[in-house]
Each structure stands twice: as structure tokens, then as C-alpha cells.
């Protein structure tokens, strides 16, 4: 254990040995709603013997998965779990500032190497399922709505799983993504469990916002508060706080499929399925009132461009952005895409529940500094 950061090596995730974490000197994690997590340590480098003492390290060359875990309180927050794709060293002339880093990304590449070319049929979901078990990830996907069939035509591969994957998600109004949880173990290493989810984010009710099933509370599933403008004796808890609101985005998708059963003209009518994270919030349909419409083409029929409709509406509806910067340290926490956040101190307009898109991490040996991007699809109501 150095600074706050966990690491560990290898398929069985065995902790670095005491003094190559001696000379570790940075990690870095950067996070992301629905790209590959990526990662960087850095490792102060010495000769020993005429040779570099970090980078002839076995735990530390091409391909071997590296595990980057912190503890918060009485349990881990795994930040990455993932092979080395990279690996770089500089070295200065009597040593003092060399240094040895290696980078990686989690293990999604694993699923960028090889190019398939395969036929599917039924849902796109049953496949996504398959593949992702295949590549020995526990599996969280929703269900997809289009059923593929030989007569009507097949979901066809050509590209990586991961591409595929990633594509399917994005059509169906999906994020893809992987997390992992991490415990030390009995032996003294870490116990890590990897799920690769293909499901939306944050969760909302199948069917979409006009179902009949419940809707899901979208309540913050942290227990942290991100505190901004707000009395000392509340501590503030973020040392900045930029917030962006753009109402130049569609709020329509019209369109019209050949429904590939009657042979016909079908028409669609597209809308952002996802509900509020504000309760009682504005949406964007209703500050942007003027009409702002996106035209998509499909070669599917019209089940398809509605799910496609659907997603981009969706997208286009998380029209306030944000970032952060904090500690953890300050905020007494550790935060991860995909999780939803109370802040606190913006007025009635802007404080509220906000989604976390984004973190970079940087740990070393003075703190553990995170740079959040946050956003959200509806503001308050106006004073």
C-alpha cells in the first residue's frame, strides 16, 4: 500500500512487492461513462547492477493486468483492472529524475483484437450477453427491444466485440461499461470481481418514461454531498465549479421506416425516455421551445430507427454540463462515472442531483486529486 493506492499484478492480482511500491511516485486513473478506463503509474528508476531496477521488473511488462484499488473507510473502491498496453522510461544523466511508467486500459482492449464476422440472430442483448461471456465478465444487460430473424434480416458482425458491442449499445439507448470490486483476500491478495454492463444509465423504467411498470427513483446512489458556494460552518468540499447549460439541442426526431412485414411506410415519434434527475425539474423540451429536430436514416425497419431515435433524443437531453475539482481528502470520498450526486450551494435553479460522467484521479504522495465531469437532464424550477 503507497499513498492511499492499492496495486496489484498478474492474473491472481498479487500486491506489488514492498519496494517496487517503494518507488512508486503518481497513478493516474482516468474514468469515463462509456469509454475504456485507462491508467498510468509512474515509478521513481534507479540502476542496480548496471540495470534498470523498476523496468526489468516481471509484475510491471507488456500484457500484465494491473489492478489499481483505494481504500474509503473500512472497504476498497477498485479505480481499474486491466492489462499494460505501454510502457515508457526516461532517463537523466546521474539519475536523480529518472523514471519508469507504464500505461494501460482496462479490459475492453482485450475485446478490440480481433476482427469477427458473424451472423446473430434474436435480440441484440442475447448476443451482447454471449460475447461478454465469452470474454469471462459476470453479465448485467437489459434486454433490447428488436427481435432478428433469417427471413427479416440478421444483426451482422463485422468488426471487434468490443466495436460491436459499443455500436449496440449506442443504438439502443445503452451505455456499455465495466466495473469491478475488489477485497483482500485470505492469501494477502486482492479478491476482484469484473461485470461488464450493457444497460442505461442512470436506470430508468423498461418501456421508457410513458410505461406502465413503476418508474425507478433516480436518487443519488452515493452518500456524498458535493458542496460549492456554501456557509464555512457547512465546509465547502470542491475547490472549483464550472457549469455549462446549452438549449441548442433537438427535441425532435421525426421519421418514417419501410416495416419490413407489411412492406409499408411506418411513422415514428421519437422521445427522450429518460426521466428527470431532478424532481420537478425542466427539461429541455421545455426551456427550448422552438423547434429543434434531428433527422436520422436506418437501413432497419421501424423498430429500429425508433430505438435509434429514441437514443439520440436521449443523448441530446443532458443539456447542462459540468466539472469539479476536489479531493479526496476534502470530499471523503472517492467518486466513479455513472453514479448520481446531491450539490449543493448553486441556488434553486442549479443545485440539485447531477450525474457523474467522468473522473480523472491522480494519487501520489500529498493527496488524492479528482477532476469530475458531471451533467444532468433538467434544471430547477426558476426562482
Given amino acids: 500500500m503507497g499513498f492511499g493506492a492499492i496495486i496489484a499484478s498478474?492474473?491472481?492480482?498479487?500486491?506489488?512487492?514492498?519496494?517496487?511500491?517503494?518507488?512508486?511516485?503518481?497513478?493516474?486513473?482516468?474514468?469515463?461513462?462509456?469509454?475504456?478506463?485507462?491508467?498510468?503509474?509512474?515509478?521513481?528508476?534507479?540502476?542496480?547492477?548496471?540495470?534498470?531496477?523498476?523496468?526489468?521488473?516481471?509484475?510491471?511488462?507488456?500484457?500484465?493486468?494491473?489492478?489499481?484499488a483505494v481504500a474509503v473507510g473500512d472497504r476498497l473502491v477498485c479505480l481499474a483492472r486491466g492489462p499494460i498496453t505501454e510502457r515508457r522510461s526516461s532517463m537523466t544523466v546521474g539519475g536523480p529524475g529518472s523514471f519508469y511508467e507504464v500505461r494501460g486500459t482496462d479490459r475492453r482492449i482485450e475485446m478490440s483484437r480481433v476482427c469477427r464476422q458473424r451472423c446473430w440472430e434474436g435480440r441484440a442483448s442475447e448476443a451482447v450477453a454471449a460475447i461478454l461471456s465469452d470474454h469471462g465478465f459476470e453479465v448485467d444487460v437489459?434486454?433490447?427491444?428488436?427481435?432478428?430473424?433469417?427471413?427479416?434480416?440478421?444483426?451482422?458482425?463485422?468488426?471487434?466485440?468490443?466495436?460491436f458491442v459499443q455500436n449496440l449499445a449506442r443504438q439502443n439507448n445503452l451505455a456499455f461499461w465495466i466495473s469491478c470490486a475488489a477485497q483482500l483476500g485470505l492469501t494477502g491478495n486482492l479478491e476482484v470481481e469484473e461485470t461488464a454492463h450493457f444497460t442505461s444509465s442512470p436506470p430508468r423504467p423498461a418501456g421508457g418514461v410513458g410505461s406502465a411498470l413503476p418508474s425507478l427513483p433516480?436518487?443519488?446512489?452515493?452518500?456524498?454531498?458535493?458542496?460549492?458556494?456554501?456557509?464555512?460552518?457547512?465546509?465547502?468540499?470542491?475547490?472549483?465549479?464550472?457549469?455549462?447549460?446549452n438549449a441548442e439541442r433537438p427535441t425532435r426526431s421525426p421519421g418514417t421506416a419501410i416495416d419490413d412485414r407489411a412492406v409499408a411506410p411506418q411513422s415514428i415519434a421519437a422521445a427522450d425516455t429518460q426521466p428527470a434527475v431532478v424532481d420537478g425539474g425542466r427539461s429541455l423540451s421545455s426551456i427550448a421551445t422552438a423547434e429543434r429536430s434531428i433527422c436520422l436514416a436506418t437501413a432497419g425497419n421501424q423498430e429500429e430507427l425508433q430505438v435509434?431515435?429514441?437514443?439520440?433524443?436521449?443523448?441530446?437531453?443532458?443539456?447542462?454540463?459540468?466539472?469539479?475539482?476536489?479531493?479526496?481528502?476534502?470530499?471523503?470520498?472517492?467518486?466513479?462515472?455513472?453514479?448520481?450526486?446531491?450539490?449543493?450551494?448553486l441556488g434553486r435553479t442549479d443545485s440539485g442531483a447531477y450525474q457523474i460522467t467522468a473522473v480523472t484521479h491522480v494519487i501520489n504522495a500529498a493527496d488524492h486529486s479528482q477532476d469530475i465531469q458531471l451533467r444532468r437532464n433538467a434544471i430547477g424550477q426558476a426562482p
Avoid at 511516485?25 to 523498476?54: H, K, M, N, S
Avoid at 458556494?229 to 464550472?242: G, L, R, S, Y
Fill in 142 to 163: 437489459q434486454e433490447t427491444t428488436r427481435v432478428y430473424e433469417e427471413s427479416t434480416g440478421t444483426l451482422n458482425q463485422r468488426a471487434t466485440d468490443h466495436d
Fill in 218 to 245: 433516480l436518487v443519488p446512489d452515493t452518500a456524498v454531498v458535493m458542496r460549492v458556494n456554501v456557509v464555512k460552518e457547512q465546509c465547502p468540499n470542491v475547490t472549483a465549479f464550472d457549469l455549462s447549460v
Fill in 308 to 345: 435509434r431515435s429514441d437514443a439520440a433524443l436521449t443523448e441530446a437531453g443532458w443539456f447542462a454540463t459540468a466539472t469539479a475539482a476536489t479531493t479526496a481528502h476534502m470530499l471523503r470520498g472517492v467518486l466513479q462515472p455513472h453514479q448520481v450526486i446531491q450539490v449543493e450551494g
Fill in 10 to 68: 498478474g492474473e491472481s492480482n498479487g500486491l506489488l512487492a514492498e519496494d517496487i511500491m517503494g518507488c512508486l511516485t503518481e497513478v493516474r486513473v482516468e474514468q469515463f461513462l462509456d469509454q475504456p478506463t485507462r491508467f498510468a503509474l509512474r515509478f521513481q528508476e534507479d540502476l542496480q547492477d548496471g540495470e534498470p531496477r523498476i523496468a526489468q521488473s516481471a509484475e510491471l511488462q507488456a500484457e500484465q493486468i494491473i489492478t489499481i
